[in-house]
């Protein structure tokens, strides 16, 4: 008789969850011998060869939007209800919790993990369709677990801000860990002089969660710091990679450089003389904790559902006319760090209690 089969479904919508997630197995020593990855055509083409390589690694690629809508939603959990009733795995790992993982993995009695790397702050703020749901007139007719945005049986993230936030969000203290930015354990800018400086505007993914007046703002923010750009250095938008808008084909961004190269590459190129101007972004907060030069901006609209959350930060933002001007002031990772160390012993301690 063989070995007993044991298998995971590692499923998400960003290249980096699912390389992370299967990072945190490997790095945890579970002893998984069949690893299922659900995520889009697009995403799992890009996956690192080691893990594509891996002989226990099944790929199941879909070509649905990932666009919010609910339509949408509803095409995606149906597929994802199917494909978890063809796998019958022992355990789900998703990325962000989204809904289908908490109704599919609840109707099936599926263990359900989450790893939440995108650092939160407000549990107040809306984040999409389950949020307007749960916040909604129709709030009690809906289970509770299929709506409540970040929840999991067990959900591991990367600081105590998240840690709070997501207990803000009604999870139980005892189930929310700290695994730190594992990702980040052996990564480095690389910190050369020798490319001429240039400043990362980068962009947020407003519009692929649904907040299309935001993701106009920005656009249009981003628009007038191209037309009136005189700093001495470069312009680079940084595109965040859930933001599909076609800024090489508009002619407001005729000229600009766009940065798209996956973020393990950007982050190792940053240069000393390099600025990242960023909104509340994960990419931002890696960066500074590189030690790479970052600044932030908001905007009265762009950014308007976490403009408050700067003064909880004692961060001081600066606007689109100070970018145009180079007016920016870089702060350091000893001035605000949402990281915390990296610790897998609460992976650990998660997977002993699966049966």
């Known amino acids: 008789m063989g070995p007993e089969r044991r298998r995971v479904l590692i499923s998400a919508e960003v290249l980096e969850?699912?390389?992370?997630?299967?990072g945190l197995l490997e790095r945890a020593e579970q002893p998984f011998t069949e690893i299922v990855i659900d995520g889009p055509d697009a995403v799992l083409q890009r996956l690192k060869p080691e893990i594509v390589d891996d002989r226990r690694v099944a790929l199941r690629p879909y070509t649905l939007s990932t666009r919010s809508s609910v339509r949408n939603k509803l095409l995606g959990?149906?597929?994802?209800?199917?494909?978890?009733?063809?796998?019958?795995?022992?355990?789900?790992?998703?990325?962000?919790?989204?809904?289908?993982?908490?109704?599919?993995?609840?109707l099936l009695h599926v263990p359900h993990f989450a790893y939440i790397r995108g650092v939160t702050f407000d549990p107040a703020t809306s984040v999409g369709i389950s949020d307007g749901v749960r916040q909604g007139r129709f709030r009690r007719l809906v289970p509770q677990r299929v709506v409540a945005t970040y929840h999991a049986d067990e959900v591991f993230t990367v600081g105590e801000i998240n840690r709070r936030f997501i207990v803000g969000r009604g999870m139980p203290d005892s189930r929310v860990h700290v695994v730190g930015p594992v990702?980040?354990?052996?990564?480095?800018s690389a910190r050369s002089a020798s490319k001429s400086p240039a400043t990362y505007v980068v962009t947020g993914a407003w519009a692929a969660h649904g907040f299309h007046d935001e993701h106009d703002a920005q656009t249009s923010?981003?628009?007038?710091?191209?037309a009136t750009w005189h700093d001495e250095s470069e312009l680079v938008i940084r595109v965040h990679p859930r933001d599909d808008f076609p800024y090489s084909a508009d002619p407001r961004f005729s000229g600009v450089?766009?940065?798209?190269?996956?973020p393990a590459e950007f982050l190792a190129s940053l240069g000393p003389a390099d600025v990242v101007?960023?909104?509340?972004?994960?990419?931002?907060?890696?960066?500074l904790h590189l030690g790479a030069r970052v600044a932030f901006y908001a905007d009265?609209?762009?950014?308007?559902?976490?403009?408050?959350?700067?003064?909880?930060?004692g961060i001081v933002p600066c606007t689109g006319q100070q970018i145009a001007e180079g007016d920016v002031h870089p702060i350091t990772s000893t001035e605000v760090d949402v990281f915390s160390p990296v610790e897998l012993a609460p992976v650990r301690r998660a997977f002993a209690t699966l049966r």
């Not at 009265?300 to 700067?310: C, D, G, I, L």
């Open 17 to 22: 969850e699912i390389e992370e997630v299967y």
């Open 77 to 106: 959990l149906i597929s994802f209800a199917w494909l978890m009733l063809r796998e019958r795995p022992q355990l789900l790992f998703s990325g962000f919790s989204m809904m289908k993982h908490r109704a599919v993995s609840g």
């Open 183 to 188: 990702w980040l354990d052996q990564a480095r």
């Open 221 to 226: 923010m981003l628009a007038d710091v191209a």
């Open 257 to 262: 450089h766009l940065s798209t190269e996956p």
């Open 277 to 287: 101007v960023a909104p509340l972004s994960t990419l931002a907060f890696e960066a």
């Open 300 to 313: 009265e609209h762009a950014t308007r559902s976490y403009n408050h959350v700067y003064k909880w930060l």
